[in-house]
């Protein structure tokens, strides 16, 4: 196994956690997982019952999808860093940006935004991350939007959780920017590209990443851990699917 610690995302199986968070924990723990990053607490209502499902089924959360920079504002920083505190993660990302910050000034005004979060977070030994898609690698003024956004906040405070699929989408070459980023890279999104289309998810190990070598730049920058995500499994099981992707990085 790599020195990258393994989680899943559970977004991908949120049909399970909607239904049965704690059963559904139980059921990644049986794949292998160690380690999962939330993305909400699905049919429960309180970070103490996500708590005991965790500590129940023997999983560590590393991290969690905390909200947009609008939700992510007063009380609801507060909430996030209460949540992070009774579960036990020590960082929180920024999945998603609405059209209102996009533009040169838009990732400017996004910089401040979280450079202020990040501030707080770090106040309470947790650490900020922001996660890409594709619309980041439009250009304004001949920069990418997501490197005005880096350019413009500090490495040690605003990190960097990079989706390995959406920076491929965004026709960029995927090694070449994780190594460019770098040491600001926190964690990455695991998830492979399709063979016969490159718009569509895959399983990691069944597309066409590198992942060999994406996982060992990885490690070499310091990268804490990759979160296995597929934001569509196209009616595949999603258990089933998480499954593949783990046992495919365990070979590695």
């Known amino acids: 196994m790599s020195k990258l610690k393994i989680a899943v995302q559970l977004y991908t199986i949120r049909d399970h956690t909607a239904v049965d968070f704690a059963r559904a924990m139980q059921d990644v723990a049986k794949i292998g ?23 129940d089924a023997g999983l560590i959360a590393i ?21 992070a505190k009774t579960i036990g993660y020590k960082h929180l990302m920024v999945p998603w940006i609405s059209e209102a910050w996009r533009g040169a000034e838009g990732y400017r005004k996004l910089a401040t935004s979280l450079t202020e979060f990040s501030k707080t977070l770090a106040t309470q030994g947790l650490t900020l991350g922001y996660h890409n898609h594709s619309f980041e690698f439009e250009k304004y003024e001949g920069v990418y939007g997501l490197d005005i956004l880096w350019q413009h906040t500090d490495p040690t405070l605003v990190r960097a959780e990079l ?3 959406w920076v491929n989408h965004g026709q960029v070459d995927v090694l070449a920017y994780l190594k460019q980023v770098g040491q600001r890279t926190i964690a990455v999104h695991l998830k492979d590209v399709s063979k016969t289309d490159r718009n569509k998810f895959a399983n990691v ?22 979160a296995v995500e597929q934001d569509d499994c196209y009616g595949q099981p999603t258990l089933e699917s998480i499954k593949i992707s783990y046992d495919n990085l365990v070979k590695w």
């Open 63 to 83: 991290g969690a999808h905390a909200g947009t920079p609008e939700s992510c504002a007063g009380e609801g920083l507060q909430k996030a860093i209460d949540d």
């Open 205 to 226: 190990g069944t597309g066409t990443l590198d992942f060999a070598s994406l996982i060992t730049s990885a490690e070499a920058i310091g990268v804490e851990f990759g």
């Open 163 to 165: 989706d390995l699929f």
């Open 33 to 55: 997982y160690k380690y999962v990053e939330l993305a909400g607490f699905g049919n429960l209502t309180s970070a103490a019952q996500v708590k005991k499902a965790l500590d």
